[in-house]
C-alpha cells in the first residue's frame, strides 16, 4: 500500500472512530438522563432543561447526579431552585418596568 493509501486508511479509522465515541456518548448519556428521570420525573425542570446540552461536555455531570444519595439530590433540586430564583430577581433588577411587568406575570404563570 502507498503512502496515500495509508493516510486515506488511517483517517477513515479515525473517522470510524471518532463517529463510535459519538454515539457510545450518546448512549450513555441517553441512559443516564432516563436514570435522572426516573427517579426525579419533572422536579425543578432538570432532566429538560439537561436534554438540550452537550452531551459529551455534561456526561460527567450528569454521572456525578445520578451518584447522589436521594437525599443530596434533594437537597441538590432545592438549591439548584434557590439559585434561579436569585438570578432571575437579580435580572429583574436591571431591566425597564414595563419589560420587568411581563416577565413576572410570566413566571408566575408557569410557577
Do not use: C, W
Request: charged letters at 35%.
Amino acid at each position: 500500500m502507498g503512502d496515500d493509501a495509508v493516510a486515506a486508511s488511517n483517517e477513515l479509522n479515525a473517522l470510524i472512530h471518532q463517529a463510535l465515541e459519538v454515539v457510545n456518548v450518546e448512549r450513555d448519556y441517553k441512559a443516564e438522563l432516563e436514570k435522572l428521570h426516573l427517579r426525579i420525573g419533572g422536579k425543578g425542570g432538570l432532566v429538560k432543561e439537561m436534554e438540550g446540552l452537550n452531551p459529551k461536555k455534561f456526561i460527567g455531570e450528569l454521572k456525578a447526579l445520578n451518584g447522589l444519595t436521594d437525599e443530596n439530590l434533594k437537597k441538590y433540586l432545592k438549591l439548584k431552585k434557590k439559585v434561579e430564583k436569585l438570578v432571575r430577581k437579580q435580572y429583574l433588577e436591571t431591566v425597564p418596568v414595563e419589560i420587568r411587568d411581563v416577565i413576572k406575570k410570566k413566571f408566575s404563570r408557569e410557577g
